[in-house]
């Protein structure tokens, strides 16, 4: 069982900063790509921003030279970096990794963490 645990949500002015930090664990294989998304209220789920094994990245325009996402490899860990937050940008987060618990699998599964809220407001 794989479980995807996130932190460091919250609520933060606009123009401030905020990390968020999530960790897999369990029955791990190998992680391919890890990402956080965001929900709105109202709006559908989004990708924020992605990463894979090798640290090539990929970011949503809408956040391009605001955020930063990174990757510990050996502790199956992926991070976002938020600067300069908007309203927004308030949403919950939820990461993402795409990864095989198994030598045996025959292709990768998609897991999701719990998602953790962030709020930026005055």
């Known amino acids: 069982q794989v479980q995807l645990v996130e932190s460091g949500g919250g609520l933060v002015q606009p123009g401030g900063s905020l990390r968020l930090s999530c960790a897999a664990s369990?029955?791990?294989?190998?992680?391919?790509?890890m990402g956080w998304y965001r929900q709105a209220p109202g709006k559908q789920r989004e990708l924020v921003a992605s990463?894979?094994?090798?640290?090539?990245?990929n970011y949503a325009d809408s956040v391009k030279g605001r955020f930063t996402i990174t990757r510990d490899n050996a502790k199956n860990t992926v991070y976002l970096q938020m600067n300069s937050l908007k309203p927004e940008d308030t949403a919950v987060y939820y990461c993402?990794?795409?990864?095989?618990?198994?030598?045996?699998?025959?292709?990768?599964?998609?897991?999701w963490g719990q998602g953790t809220q962030v709020t930026v407001s005055s």
């Open positions: 993402n990794a795409l990864l095989k618990d198994s030598i045996a699998n025959t292709h990768p599964y998609n897991y």
């Open positions: 369990g029955s791990i294989f190998v992680i391919y790509v």
């Open positions: 990463i894979i094994s090798s640290g090539s990245t």
